[in-house]
């Protein structure tokens, strides 16, 4: 009897002692912010610049920032006092700093704005001084408008962002290499809009603004007669809600800018998918895109549901 | 050329008729050495002859042959760590087949009293790069929740590099971890984790015998790149029943063994599980989680000279987690083996042992992070059959040679996707996988030679073939140790070995759970292959009471695989196409002190290494650090027996940081708020950033209670004290990036995983 109590007794003392070692394990494990002294980092610019025939020239011009850096806005990382030029044909257009009101985001956003109009079938060789450092890169304006032959919605479609809505626009493929595709859409939206995160503007009211959504997906040319897109809208939508379709055909350099992008993107958001390293590719010394685009007139489209 | 035909002829007539008329004077000593105790053959046992000072060890399965010259007596020591060593005199005029028993050596005095004799393997094995991990100490120094682990204790020795806080994954003089090759009685173990890694799945109550050997490979070894770690299950004691078992905090363990006939044939059955599932069952809600393990090995002596051994392990981890912050998994994964050997004694001087193994691994984890699904499986079965020859002409020439065949499937998978708006996405089963079939051919040949007292050597050729999908890959794998000894206590080693691998587990960067896949190579995934140098001197002091050595090393790795940038697995990719190939290599120094004999025995480690990794498309095709690439590396293991009740252990870590990447800038890329607009990451460099160090101290003291009784039986108690990271050091276990809400600014949190844990066990033996 007193074997077996003895025993007893050592069981229950280890049965609450596991308890206590089990839910102590389980509470312990610690998250603190990590007060990481960061790496030297030597910063550069971003620029983005697409040359679209008959329209000036405008190239967003930021510079990058420590990874911990609390500068977050355009408005914190425009660069103001660059001089920036684009050349063609001996005339040379001298871009100014500029901005638009975004309505959803509720502030300016700035970029340097040209006055001359971009020809087709011209070279642009542009021109970017900065502290001391040059960046330079040329553009040729030679590529064919496609025009959407037609576009609908689907509610649900599968691709590697997972399910989301889509605009879906089929037009003919130029059959061309190193031709590329994004599509836009220009909209009025209200305070009723939403981001595709779920995110509500604060600044909006019943007042309508307009927004341009550009898809974040660029498409290389299949080859094939039709291709159809399926893009991604920005903004959520209300049926009934009308929008301008373009289609952007696009040259390499805008291309390999911004599928980089969109890779990254995508690993930000996927926590199962490998970080990409953005690289350089029109600039040596800076990231960005000196490219050329030919937008389509646009095409009515219609939010069905 | 007829000219040089004869005169090789008439050289090896020579030789042979030489020979003949050595062997005609010469006698051979063969036969076993066993525990008295158990009937459990020993490993390592040293057999020396007193007369003409040579000597030889016992095998594997404890065999031991030694030839010498005749004379009208001789004299022998039979001898092994841990036992008294018994004196035996023969006449030398015949052959003679004798089998010996040692006896356990009593604990502290006789400690003390044995060391004169004790083993001096470490300076006068031509081997280099070869740690016979002490059992004792396994089963005194502090281990987590109590949980005794032999894996554990590999982490402290030299040239081991542990893994992430708490886990037993080891990372061998700069390999990855699938370049360790984990046998359990030659059944490859692919996955030896409980737990994520906080314990592995060996039962100490049933191993007898645990080799890591890093460098310096004999050819009887292959298929991995930087470690063979060889663990032997008892063969269960032939001589009466016994039970012994342990209650700890988180899991109970059982061992039986017996004869089933006295001296011919015994079993042992050892099984371990957790409760807290069983036990906190209403608390646990959506999380569940336990393991188990099962060992189990029966010996046959069929003859005098034939010996069949069948032994299998199963193992499995089941868990269910929904926790905070959108993460859930589900993980299910186990090892199962089967070996069924067969010794055969040819002659005093030959001995064989024919092995079939079964092998069957599967992992299918499923995970939810931030609203995206993730599924790996990971399958694979593999039948072996080799056979193996040991062969002892004479006291200076030990012959190892051998075939191994190897039939193997791999079915891996791996796929993520956003969570549809339904809820609902496609499950993989395992049944639908495509198959990867392969089959491994390896033959090999191996001589250790004394050359002379002072001189010994080890060389030996592997050549694999490997063949898939109709490609093959075949390759010479040259071996070469070389000792030279200074004097009895003081020798210098040297090792060169070429290896190859024809598996792959590709790592995944991104997530913190055990997502990586095994893959087999083929048409598009060459295999990997290393070369290694490595330089050692090898000191024992007062009687071997003092083992030290240092080493060093230099090690190139090919073909090493990673995932390329941006990979997102999906069902309807090809694994092998996401894959990039690169290149590492590795070097380094490490010391190594050990006290054997006292009252405080243990040892200190300290490593520096240095291990770099370089992939074209990685990393803008610069040079990068290994994961696990830790430049100091200290650890001290120290056990004291205090007096016959008490014995206290302590181990101390100290490891540097290891790498992980994160941005070191922000790159704008506004307009209009599209979808691209944002900040992107400026990647400078691959595993650019370093963990702050890793250190810990654990402490364990432990009552032993000899001479219990339990309804009239007599057993052996103990409690075991433990106290996990005693000062509580938080760990880097792994650092995330995250956005301030409100500020938006980007943040990197540290997550760490176990604090001081205080643990108390109960092991019994009858």
Known sequence: ?305 | MIKTYLQLLGFVCFYLSVQSVLMAQSITLSGYVRDTRTGESLIGATIFNTNQKIGTTTNTYGFYSLTMQKADTLGFVFSMVGYEPQLKKITGQNSLSLTIALAESARQLDEVRISATRNYQNVSAPQMGVIDVPMKQIKTLPAVLGERDVLKIIQLLPGVQAGQEGTTGFFVRGGNTDQNLVQLDEATVYNPNHLFGLFSTFNTNALKNVSLIKGGFPAQYGGRLSSILDISMKDGNNQKSAVSGGIGLLTSNLTIEGPLKKDKSSYIVSARRTYVDLLAKPFLGGTNYYFYDLNAKFNFWLSKKDRLFISGFTGLDNAAYTGANSLNYGINFGNNTATIRWNRQFSSKLFTNTSVILNDYHLNLSTIQNNYYAQVYSGIRDLNAKFDLEYYPNHRHKINAGVNYSDNTFFPSSTSTKIPKSGIFKVVKSDSIPRQYSTVWAFYANDEIKASDNLSLNIGLRLPTFTRSGTSYSFIEPRLNIKYSLNPTTSIKAAYTEMNQFVHLVPSSTASLPTDIWISSGPTVKPQNSRQIALGLFKNFENNAYETSVEAYYKTMQNQVLFREGTQPLLSNQLEKLLVFGNGNSYGIEFFVKKNVGKLTGWVSYTLSKTTQQFDSLNFSNPFPFTYDKRHNLSVAATYEFNKKWTFAANFVFTSGGAFTMPTGRIPVFQDGSLYDGTYSDYTTRNNYRFRPYHRLDVSAILHKPNRKFFKKNYDGEWVFGIYNLYSRRNPYFVYLATDPITKVPQAKEVSLLPIIPSVSYNFKF
């Not at chain 1, 308890?19 to 007060?35: D, F, P, R, T, Y």
């Not at chain 1, 790496?39 to 930021?62: A, H």
């Not at chain 1, 704005?113 to 960046?135: E, H, M, P, V």
């Not at chain 1, 503007?201 to 399926?230: F, M, N, Q, W």
Request: one cysteine or more; hydrophobic letters at 35%.
């Open chain 1, 1 to 305: 009897m007193n074997k077996l109590s003895t025993t007893y007794i050592r069981f229950k003392v280890l049965f609450f002692a596991s308890i206590v070692a089990v839910i102590a394990l389980s509470l312990a494990s610690c998250e603190k912010n990590l007060g990481v002294t960061p790496l030297p980092y030597t910063g550069t610019v971003s620029i983005q610049c697409l040359l679209s025939p008959n329209e000036v020239p405008q190239l967003y011009l930021d510079r990058t920032v420590p990874y911990f850096d609390p500068k977050q806005t355009n408005a914190q990382l425009f660069i103001r006092d660059a001089v920036v030029k684009i050349t063609s044909g001996g005339q040379t257009d001298v871009l100014r700093p500029d901005s638009t009101y975004n309505g959803f985001r509720c502030g300016f956003e700035y970029f340097y704005r040209g006055k001359i109009a971009i020809k087709t079938n011209s070279i642009y060789q542009l021109d970017i001084q900065w502290q001391w450092q040059n960046y330079t890169a040329t553009a040729t304006t030679d590529l064919p408008v496609t025009p959407v032959e037609n576009s609908s919605y689907i509610q649900a479609f599968n691709d590697l962002y997972g399910e989301h809505e889509g605009v879906v626009i089929n037009f003919k493929d130029q059959n061309k290499p190193n031709l590329y595709y994004r599509y836009t859409m220009a909209r009025m939206i209200d305070s009723t809009a939403r981001d595709a995160g779920g995110t509500k503007s604060p600044c909006l009211t019943d007042k309508k603004v307009r927004i341009l959504e550009i898809g974040r997906t660029t498409y290389a040319s299949k080859g094939s007669s039709g291709l159809t897109i399926v893009a991604e809208p920005t903004f959520k939508h209300k049926n009934g809600d009308v929008g301008y379709i373009r289609l952007q055909t696009m040259d390499k350099n805008a291309y390999d800018f911004y599928d980089q992008l969109d890779r990254q993107k995508l690993s930000q958001f996927n926590p199962f998918v490998e970080p990409v390293f953005l690289k350089p590719t029109q600039f040596k010394n800076a990231f960005g895109v000196f490219g050329a685009i030919a937008v389509s007139d646009s095409v009515k489209f219609v939010y069905p549901e």
